[in-house]
């Protein structure tokens, strides 16, 4: 058996206070893990405790040496004016996988042109057509219709096995039909 990519040990993470905690868990590489729990409890705070953007007060995250990591955050900061297109914004990220197709249909529009579910897909696949590790997704099918939903659903499962990841959501049978095991988070 190999070594997990991330372990966690008696975390307690957050910002003034700690926001969740303690958690203990690992990651191994092919897992696909679900974060689960009520508004407020901390699962957007483990992420990025996991990101090195909070606080740790106690415990420990250990990953592996060369673990590259990517993250899509819950709600994308989408700038007034952003004038390059969806294609370069993806080049930017190295995420070379190709989209899928009506995601593709809208890639020669700038930026700053998308809808906000066109935004939040396109986030997403920065993250998903690139080539980390382990990814960290939360909240990754807000603002997204079915279809696109779905679709990132069948991505999350073709890959399982060959990268790690972290998603939260709130859509429980989401995360029963794409997680491995489903981590819940409470206060």
């Not at 689960?36 to 953007?53: E, Q």
Request: glycine share 8%.
């Amino acid at each position: 058996m190999s070594l997990p990519i991330l372990q966690v040990d008696q975390l307690q993470a957050g910002y003034e206070t700690p926001v969740v905690g303690p958690l203990s868990f690992h990651v191994n590489q092919g897992d696909v893990i679900g974060i689960a729990g009520p508004n407020g409890t901390g699962k957007s705070t483990l992420l990025k405790a996991v990101a090195n953007g909070v606080h740790i007060f106690a415990g420990e995250i250990r990953k592996r040496a060369d673990l590259n990591v990517a993250w899509m955050d819950q709600h994308p900061v989408q700038l007034p004016e952003m004038p390059f297109s969806g294609w370069e914004y993806l080049r930017f990220t190295e995420a070379d996988r190709a989209p899928p197709e009506f995601l593709a249909r809208w890639l020669d529009q700038r930026v700053d042109a998308l809808s906000g579910g066109q935004y939040q897909l396109l986030c997403l696949w920065s993250v998903l057509g690139g080539h980390a590790d382990l990814l960290l997704l939360d909240e990754p099918t807000n603002n997204l219709d079915q279809h696109s939903a779905r679709v990132i659903e069948d991505t999350l499962k073709a890959d399982q096995g060959s990268r790690a990841v972290l998603v939260v959501s709130h859509e429980r049978g989401f995360l029963e039909r794409v997680a491995h095991r489903v981590l819940e988070v409470d206060s």
